[in-house]
């Protein structure tokens, strides 16, 4: 049998390279999917008081959320996105919602209001692998209508972050709907970018979204994991 070509053993080595690098940031994602609460690396951001509004905040995978605060996630879900959905060609469809908004993967920031101790905003979010990388994925970010615009949103995306970027993962990433000019405005106030991963509208297809990201900026290289 003939020797390799030199094209063939770079590769043969890029793809072991890949693949080394794969298995480290799944390693990273577990770790991160591992703990207890993300949110306890940060006591002073468990709190929010700013503009006549008084919060706390939690964090906790779905299962471990009170049934109740589960139903009313599913309803603001509803009431803030189900006829912005209807805009376009992705639709609403409240089952397929839940069942996304319900798997095990599925983290939430949760802020109470001090006052009443009611709900008042949510982030469904994960650690996940994306595009072979380790990523925050911000699947939701929903503020009740009568406290938008007091800067809470803000204020959660930066503790998303946070949590992000303690846990080593390369960047937090998101879909936005084009039409959804405020939650754009919003992303685009917070300094996120067009992510790499976003398709490009052509001839044959056009998309009614978008994918931004925020890269960390202390990302270190884990080591690699051999398989
Ligand atoms: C989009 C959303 C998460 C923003 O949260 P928020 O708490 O209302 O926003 P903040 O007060 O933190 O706003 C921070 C900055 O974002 C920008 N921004 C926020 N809402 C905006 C709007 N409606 N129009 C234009 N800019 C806006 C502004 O620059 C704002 O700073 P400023 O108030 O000092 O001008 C919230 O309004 C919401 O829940 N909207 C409905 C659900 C939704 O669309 N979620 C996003 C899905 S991808």
């Not at 793809?15 to 207890?36: D, G, H, I, P, R």
């Not at 993967?105 to 008042?120: C, I, R, T």
């Not at 970010?141 to 303690?166: C, D, S």
């Not at 067009?194 to 297809?205: G, K, L, Q, V």
Request: glycine share 4%; proline share 4%.
């Amino acid at each position: 049998m003939g020797r390799k070509s030199v094209k063939s053993q770079i590769k043969q080595q890029r793809m072991k390279e890949e693949k080394k690098q794969l298995a480290a940031s799944t390693a990273a994602v577990k770790k991160a999917n591992a703990l207890e609460d993300p949110l306890a690396d940060f006591p002073v951001f468990n709190s929010y008081n700013k503009n006549g509004l008084v919060v706390r905040l939690i964090c906790a995978r779905v299962k471990d959320l009170m049934p109740e605060v589960v139903q009313w996630i599913l309803d603001l879900m509803k009431r803030n996105m189900e006829s912005v959905y209807n805009q376009c060609e992705w639709g609403w469809n409240g089952e397929k919602k839940e069942e996304e908004m319900t798997e095990d993967a599925a983290w939430y920031l949760v802020a109470f209001s001090s006052e009443g101790n009611q709900p008042v905003a949510f982030s469904h979010f994960r650690f996940d692998i994306d595009f072979g990388f380790e990523v925050l994925y911000v699947y939701e970010l929903q503020i009740e209508p009568e406290h938008q615009r007091k800067g809470l949103g803000k204020f959660m995306a930066q503790v998303l972050e946070l949590m992000a970027f303690k846990n080593n993962m390369r960047k937090v990433v998101l879909t936005v709907l084009k039409h959804n000019k405020a939650a754009l405005d919003f992303y685009h106030s917070l300094k996120y970018v067009i992510d790499e991963t976003c398709p490009e509208d052509n001839f044959e297809e056009q998309f009614c979204y978008l994918i931004l990201s925020k890269t960390n900026k202390n990302f270190k290289p884990p080591a690699a994991v051999e398989k």
